[in-house]
Nanobody, 122 residues
Framework: VQLQASGGGLVQAGGSLRLSCAASGRAFTTYDMGWFRQAPGKEREFVAAISWNGGTSYYPDSVQGRFFISRNNTNYMVYLQMNSLKPEDTAVYYC????????????????WGQGTLVTVSS
């Protein structure tokens, strides 16, 4: 599975952005999908995940209620809607695909996109 993330940019605090992740191949429909982010000098951290059929989503407390993950298995896309953005959300955001297991764990993901930079100004 090849993944390509897009949609990052510069936004003011309180604003919104929608990230997209385009996947190649029908195998996409069998993978759980996740979004992670990595700020300078910090470890990559879990942001959101969605089950292969879109039935279940997961979020850490830091983004719960502000970020929303969705997927479209017809056109092989995953989205991350980010609202009420804060300066601490500034990071490179990555989409990733997992065959299953612990969706919050970086090591559980098999394929990664190249990342898209989100910068939130105060």
């Amino acid at each position: 599975v090849q993944l390509q993330a897009s949609g990052g940019g510069l936004v003011q605090a309180g604003g919104s952005l929608r990230l997209s992740c385009a996947a190649s191949g029908r195998a996409f429909t069998t993978y759980d999908m996740g979004w992670f982010r990595q700020a300078p000098g910090k470890e990559r951290e879990f942001v959101a995940a969605i089950s292969w059929n879109g039935g279940t989503s997961y979020y850490p407390d830091s983004v719960q209620g502000r970020f929303f993950i969705s997927r479209n298995n017809t056109n092989y896309m995953v989205y991350l809607q980010m609202n009420s953005l804060k300066p601490e959300d500034t990071a490179v955001y990555y989409c990733a695909a997992s065959r299953g297991g612990l969706v919050r764990s970086v090591s559980n993901y098999d394929y990664w996109g190249q990342g898209t930079l989100v910068t939130v100004s105060s």
